[in-house]
C-alpha cells in the first residue's frame, strides 16, 4: 500500500469520528447516561458489524484463542472506558473540554510506542505533538482565554480519556498485521459490547428504543462514527506507526468545528481558524519524510 492511502484511512477514519457528538448529544435528550450511551454505542455496532460478516465474510470471523486478550484490551479497556471518561468530560462540561483533553491521547501513544514497539521519538514528532496542542487547543477554545470553570475530577477524567484512547492504537498494533480490519472491528466491539451490557442495564429503558430518534441516533453512532470510523482507522494503522496514527487523527476535532458552522451556524473565531491551520500544520509535519510505500511486518 502506498503511505498516502494509509494516512488518509486514518484521517478517514478520525473524521468520521469527529461527527460522534451529533449522535451522542440528542441520545442525551432521551435521558440516557454516559454510560448508557457507549453501551448503545458498542452493542448497536457489534449488532451491524457481524450482520455483516456473517452474511458476507465469514471466513472474517475465525481468530487465534491467544489473540482474544488483544481484542479485549481494545474493546473493554480502550474503547468502552475512553468512551465513558470522553462523554461524561462532554456531559458535565462541554464537548470543547472534552475534545482538548481526549487529545493528550497522541502523547500518551508516543510515549508508550518508544517503550512497547521501540519507535523513534523524533524531533519532528515533538514538535508536530507541540503544534497539535496547541491546535486543538485553540480550535476549541481553551485558548487564548485560558480560564477553566471546572472541577480537578472532570480534568482527570480528561486525561483518563486520552489515556484510554491511545491504548487502542497500542493493543490495535499487536494484532493489525494478523487480521483484517473488520476482524478487529468486530470482535473489539464484541468485548466492549459484553463488558456494557450488564453494567450499563440497557434494558431498564427498553421502552426508549420505541422511539424513532433514538434508533435513528443509536445507528448513525454504530454505523459512521464507530463501525466505518475504526475500520478506516483500523485499516492504515496496519502501515503507519501508533505515534504517526494518533497524531493524524486529530483532524477529528477540525471536523468537529467545521459541522458546528456548516450545520448549527457556529461562529468559526480567527482563534478556531488559527487551531486548524495549526492541526493541519502537525499533520504534514508528521507524514513528510514518508514517501515510500510501506509493507506490513511480519507476524
Excluded at 184 to 208: N, R
Excluded at 249 to 256: D, F, K, L, N, R
Aim: overall charge positive.
Amino acid at each position: 500500500m502506498k503511505v498516502s492511502t494509509a494516512y488518509l484511512m486514518v484521517i478517514i477514519g478520525a473524521a468520521l469520528w469527529g461527527i460522534t457528538g451529533l449522535f451522542v448529544q440528542y441520545l442525551y435528550v432521551y435521558g440516557f447516561t454516559p454510560w448508557e450511551v457507549v453501551g448503545i454505542r458498542l452493542t448497536f455496532s457489534t449488532v451491524l458489524i457481524f450482520t455483516y460478516l456473517l452474511l458476507k465474510k465469514r471466513a472474517l470471523l475465525k481468530v487465534r484463542i491467544k489473540d482474544l486478550p488483544f481484542f479485549a484490551g481494545t474493546g473493554i479497556v480502550s474503547i468502552a472506558f475512553f468512551n465513558y471518561f470522553f462523554f461524561t468530560v462532554m456531559n458535565e462540561a462541554s464537548l470543547s473540554l472534552s475534545v482538548v483533553l481526549l487529545y493528550t491521547g497522541p502523547v500518551f501513544v508516543a510515549v508508550i510506542s518508544r517503550f512497547t514497539f521501540g519507535e523513534p521519538f523524533t524531533s519532528n514528532k515533538v514538535t508536530a505533538l507541540i503544534l497539535m496542542l496547541a491546535g486543538c487547543s485553540l480550535t476549541v477554545g481553551l485558548l487564548p482565554a485560558g480560564q477553566l470553570n471546572v472541577s480537578a475530577m472532570i480534568i482527570l477524567f480528561g486525561l483518563a480519556s486520552g489515556f484510554f484512547y491511545a491504548l487502542y492504537s497500542i493493543f490495535g498494533k499487536y494484532v493489525s498485521s494478523r487480521y483484517h480490519t473488520l476482524t478487529i472491528t468486530a470482535y473489539s466491539m464484541l468485548f466492549g459490547s459484553f463488558f456494557l451490557v450488564p453494567t450499563s442495564q440497557l434494558w431498564t429503558k427498553a421502552e426508549l428504543f420505541a422511539e424513532p430518534g433514538v434508533i435513528m441516533n443509536g445507528l448513525g453512532l454504530a454505523l459512521f462514527a464507530t463501525v466505518l470510523a475504526y475500520a478506516f482507522y483500523t485499516y492504515g494503522l496496519t502501515y503507519v506507526e501508533s505515534s504517526r496514527a494518533a497524531i493524524l487523527s486529530t483532524v477529528e476535532p477540525v471536523v468537529a468545528i467545521i459541522v458546528g458552522t456548516a450545520l448549527f451556524n457556529d461562529m468559526l473565531s480567527i482563534w478556531q481558524a488559527a487551531g486548524m491551520l495549526f492541526v493541519i500544520l502537525s499533520v504534514l509535519l508528521t507524514v513528510q519524510k514518508k514517501r515510500q510505500p510501506l509493507k506490513k511486518k511480519a507476524a
